[in-house]
Every structure is written in structure tokens, then in C-alpha cells.
């Protein structure tokens, strides 16, 4: 089965604080992706990766930056963050851009800022 | 961003009987495929079903099938014998705009399941 781990369920920051998600995923997928959940507005796609080192901005890129220097890992960067972000945050991969094969989910980083 | 319709915020269903959610999309793509996910309370998100664009046959899953009609741009779910633990929110995902691997969520259906 696939696994898709991040680091944390629950994480508190502070307004201005510079925050980490990290996802990690095991079965060599080459899709990454970052969502952001609200109630009521569903999954919105923060940032994708196809590749290591690659990136596409999602519907809502802003105030969010990217990283994956592995392949297996695809972090998602508040630069400065601010209460307008606190949200749940979800991590999922998949196998290429070319199969069509469903996303796996991690269990979800619920991010409060103060 | 692409227009994905769940028109039911909230459904309920007795234990044991028949329900349907809902789900319209917008695309251009013309061989695709579509996503049901379930998100229970435990929150990860569960692939439910998955069906095939150019296939005329609608996807089956146990007690999940899809009525999926492409020239409407409809892909309901139902659920027979529903038990307590379907009780979760359900998101459609169809391909996004221009894209066959990035998936556009609709804005999901919970459903309570009453014993």
C-alpha cells in the first residue's frame, strides 16, 4: 500500500513565523501535490511537483512556496504566515502524468496561526 | 478554475437503504477519468471509486457504483445497503482544465448514516 506521511497532524505558529509542512511519500511517485481544506470550499490545489526540483503553481500559490530536492519529498513553505492560512492541509502523490492513477492522501496537518 | 457541482451540502440515509450523490463538471477533455473520494471523521481521504471516461460501462465497487453520463457531464454515486461507517464527506473529482493527472475537487457531500 502506499504511504503518505506528514510530519505532523496538529501545529500551532505564530503570525509572522516561517512554517514547514513535509510530506513523504514511499512508492516512487513522481506527482506530488499540496492541497489547502476549508469548510465549505472543498480541495484547492496550493502547488504541484511532477518532478524533483519541478513545480506548478496551483489555483491559490499565494503566500505559499515549494520544495522537493528528493523525490520522495515535497515540503510546503509559509514564508511569513499570517491567520489567513490557518487551515487543514493535505499532502497526496501519485504515480506520473501519464496513467491516470488515483492520488494517495496523507492523514492531514491541521495548522492554527495565532 | 474548473466548475465542479456538488448540489447537496448535507444528505442523510437509514442504515440499509439506497443513496445517491450528485456530481456535475465541466470539460474539454474527451478521454479522462473521474474520481469519488471519502473522507471520514479520521480525516485521511480514501479513494471510493473510479471511472473511466471512454468506458460505456459505469464502475462498480461493492456497494459503490457511479451513474456516469459524459455527454451531461454527470458522475453521481450510490451507495446501497448503507452502513454506519459510509457516514463521511464525499468529494467528486474530475480532471482539471487541460489536465488528465491534477484533479479539481467539488465542495463535497456529507452524509450521515441514521441507524
Known amino acids: 500500500d502506499v504511504k503518505v506521511t506528514q510530519s505532523s497532524r496538529y501545529l500551532v505558529k505564530r503570525t509572522g513565523e516561517k512554517v514547514f509542512l513535509e510530506c513523504v511519500q514511499d512508492?516512487?511517485?513522481?506527482?506530488m501535490f499540496w492541497y489547502r481544506q476549508d469548510p465549505g470550499l472543498g480541495l484547492r490545489l496550493i502547488y504541484f511537483s511532477y518532478d524533483v526540483k519541478m513545480k506548478e503553481k496551483g489555483d491559490i500559490p499565494e503566500g505559499y512556496s515549494v520544495s522537493r530536492e528528493k523525490k520522495e519529498r515535497f515540503s510546503l513553505i509559509l514564508e511569513s504566515a499570517s491567520t489567513n492560512q490557518t487551515s487543514m492541509y493535505l499532502c497526496?502523490?501519485?504515480?506520473?502524468?501519464?496513467?491516470?492513477?488515483?492520488?494517495?492522501f496523507g492523514d492531514g496537518t491541521r495548522l492554527s496561526i495565532l | 478554475a474548473q466548475t465542479v457541482t456538488q448540489s447537496q451540502p448535507e444528505m442523510s440515509v437509514q442504515e440499509a437503504e439506497t443513496v445517491t450523490l450528485s456530481c456535475t463538471y465541466d470539460?474539454?477533455?474527451?478521454?479522462?477519468?473521474l474520481f469519488w473520494y471519502k473522507q471520514p471523521p479520521s480525516r485521511q481521504m480514501i479513494l471510493v471509486i473510479r471511472?473511466?471516461?471512454?468506458?460505456?460501462q459505469n464502475a462498480t465497487e461493492n456497494r459503490f457504483s457511479v451513474n456516469f453520463q459524459k455527454a451531461a457531464k454527470s458522475f453521481s454515486l450510490k451507495i446501497s445497503d448503507s452502513q454506519l461507517g459510509d457516514a463521511a464527506m464525499y468529494f467528486c473529482?474530475?480532471?482539471?482544465?487541460?489536465?488528465?493527472?491534477?484533479?479539481?475537487f467539488g465542495k463535497g457531500t456529507l452524509l450521515t448514516v441514521n441507524p
Open positions: 471511472q473511466e471516461a471512454y468506458k460505456q
Open positions: 497526496a502523490s501519485s504515480p506520473d502524468r501519464y496513467s491516470n492513477q488515483p492520488q494517495h
Open positions: 512508492m516512487d511517485h513522481e506527482n
Open positions: 470539460t474539454s477533455e474527451s478521454d479522462y477519468y
Open positions: 473529482a474530475p480532471p482539471s482544465r487541460g489536465s488528465n493527472y491534477k484533479l479539481t
